[in-house]
């Protein structure tokens, strides 16, 4: 275990000790990296095979696109940065960023600090365990659309089953998906009740590999719960909570569906995410746009990401 | 030190965290469990009591409605059969790139998967564009190759199992060099039964990626006739949405909940039969420390 780092072909260099001193291995030697040497390429071909056709090459063409005019017909225009240009200064780019970004701190915050809970709370108890393990994996495992759909049954203003229990407790009813300020909140509220499950055992796994004997001596040195939770539990799931931090992030901006189903980015624009804008290009046949406004996203998501792994690995 | 309280104390916050979790639990199936009962209810009463459940009102009308309405039975079929085609082209190539990423180096293995890391930051999106021009350049618009090919060895798949892989210790993997085993038998012999978990957990992930998959069906597979499950689904709250003074508004809503319990049932099944492998899974594959 401690020669990890060497990595198996040069370790067979490196030990002439197993090999005795004969006169064959010179050969053999030779003979055997060769087969060694091309497995990886022959492992490797049928993925990059078809990452090359269906990911690469379209990455490619989607960065031409985007310094054209094209429309989808006809001869397309190289037009230098103008599609960016338009974007940058038009406020539809900007405020459905904006959407993106409100969207991103009503659902990350919450999801990052109710995952490290359930899961430190899943890890501490051992009855039930497993219920709760398969409750939380059941939003998980059901198709977005039928949960968007639910959504627009149950948040219905006039007949859905959350105004009705609201009424029932005598509160007015509320315009979840028809008034701007709810509509943000509600596809939160569907985004969060869909993917927290998910986080929740990426924060286990991380959980299950702290050495259990740093709590015991924390707590011969008088430390409470909470303060193992924050000096203990915190700091050694740094990697598990980069990951589930990251990969939200990349989920929120480029959230799609929800609002397409549920809400069609209405009212107004108010829930006209960042993903549903550039589907909008799409349909309109407004094709150098879009593709302008797939690489801007990139930008955003990139540098929110690097963000992240930044402040995450600046701790250490 | 039981003076101090800390061993009386414990019973407490277990009671607490079960009563935390509980009202947790409660919340994230109460929608599930609401939708496939009130599936069975008549239209009508689905608005005008959506809170109650009589049992002697069961009806099976808006499934029957929901059937008449959409072709939710070529639905199912489509997404069969992009699911047994796709998920096999994942399940192969996945698994042995990322070994090969993994425990080999070569010339280019950086190169590749960098670009592998780029297109997992990119929104899916991004792809739709370009991947819809060259369908129509091939001719292959609203065709099987279409749905299946594109996205079958996603970034995901290859980072996924690399992190499952990169836990087999070397030793292993030399030992069976040393028994004269080929670079393939290494791999199929050593490398895939001690990943076993992790490649239930990649299965598991995959199948529900095809089937949820919703974005790029829209786009590739207009016509109605290739329209996979979500497509259907997707064209039902179409109608809901997008004409809130529909006459029938009750009559939708309650296929709407019909077609949402159908869809949702097949994965719910298979993840409960399947739940030991598909969590475990993913605890193998998440990040170590």
């Known amino acids: 275990m401690t020669t990890r780092s060497v990595s198996p072909a040069t370790k ?18 030779r003979t055997l990296p060769l087969r060694r040497l091309l497995a990886p390429y022959v492992f490797v071909l049928p993925f990059v095979l078809v990452f090359l056709a269906f990911s690469v090459y379209p990455l490619f063409f989607t960065l031409r696109l985007s310094f054209t005019d094209w429309h989808g017909s006809g001869a397309a225009h190289w037009i230098g940065f103008d599609n960016y240009r338009y974007l940058l200064t038009s406020s539809g780019f900007w405020s459905t960023l904006g959407n993106s970004g409100v969207l991103w701190l009503l659902i990350v915050p919450a999801q990052m600090v109710l995952a490290v809970l359930v899961a430190v709370l899943l890890n501490a108890i051992k009855r039930l365990r497993g219920f709760y393990r ?9 198709p977005l659309v039928a949960v968007a759909q639910i959504w627009i049954v149950l948040f219905d203003q006039d007949n859905g089953a959350v105004n009705a229990m609201l009424g029932a407790v005598g509160l007015p009813p509320v315009g979840w998906l028809v008034t701007s300020g709810w509509a943000k909140p509600t596809l939160a509220l569907l985004f969060l009740w869909k993917t927290t499950g998910f986080v929740v055992l990426i924060v286990l796994s991380g959980l299950q590999q702290i050495d259990r004997g740093l709590y015991e001596a924390a707590s011969l040195d008088g430390a409470g719960r909470m303060r193992q939770l924050w000096s203990i539990t915190v700091p050694l799931l740094r990697r598990s909570l980069m990951f589930s931090l990251v990969l939200q992030t990349l989920a929120v901006f480029q959230m799609f569906a929800e609002p397409y189903v549920v809400t069609k980015g209405g009212p107004y624009t108010s829930t006209t995410t960042a993903g549903l804008y550039l589907y909008n290009h799409i349909t309109r046949a407004d094709l150098g746009t879009g593709a302008a406004n797939s690489f801007l996203l990139v930008i955003v998501v990139m540098a929110v990401s690097l963000l992240f792994v930044r402040l995450l690995r600046a701790e250490d | 030190m039981t003076a101090l309280g800390v061993r009386q104390r414990k ?13 947790l639990t409660v919340a994230l199936l109460a929608p599930v469990v609401w939708a496939i009962l009130s599936s069975f209810k008549p239209a009508g009463e689905i608005i005008r009591n959506p809170l109650g459940f009589d049992p002697a009102t069961f009806t099976l009308a808006n499934f029957r409605g929901m059937f008449q309405d959409v072709p939710i039975g070529s639905g199912f079929l489509n997404t069969g059969i992009v699911l047994v085609a796709k998920g096999a082209i994942t399940m192969l190539c996945a698994p042995l790139a990322a070994y090969a990423f993994a425990k080999y180096r070569f010339a280019g293995r950086n190169l590749i998967f960098g670009t592998v890391l780029l297109t997992l930051m990119l929104p899916t999106i991004v792809l739709v564009i370009p991947l819809l021009l060259e369908m129509k350049e091939l001719g292959w618009v609203n065709t099987y190759q279409a749905l299946i090919l594109p996205g079958s060895v996603d970034a995901f798949a290859i980072f996924w199992m690399r992190q499952v892989i990169a836990a087999v210790p070397d030793e292993l993997l030399d030992a069976a060099r040393v028994d004269g085993c080929g670079e393939f038998g290494i791999f199929w012999r050593v490398v895939v039964p001690a990943i076993r978990p992790g490649l239930a957990g990649l299965g598991v992930l995959t199948i529900m990626n095809i089937y949820n998959d919703f974005v790029w069906p829209v786009v590739a597979a207009s016509s109605s006739r290739m329209a996979t499950l979500q497509v259907v689904l997707s064209t039902l709250a179409q109608n809901i ?25 097949p994965l719910l099944i298979l993840f409960i039969v399947l739940q030991k492998h598909f969590i475990n899974g993913i605890l193998a594959g998440s990040v170590k420390g």
């Open chain 1, 134 to 142: 398969v409750a939380f994996v059941v939003p998980f495992v059901t």
């Open chain 2, 241 to 265: 949405s997008g004409n809130r003074v529909d006459a029938d508004y009750a009559t939708v809503t309650g296929e709407l909940l019909a077609a949402a319990s159908i869809a949702l049932v």
């Open chain 2, 11 to 23: 019973p407490r916050p277990l009671l607490g965290s079960h009563a935390f979790l509980l009202v």
């Open chain 1, 12 to 29: 067979v260099f490196r030990e002439p000790a197993v090999e005795p001193r004969t006169r064959a291995p010179r050969q053999r030697r």
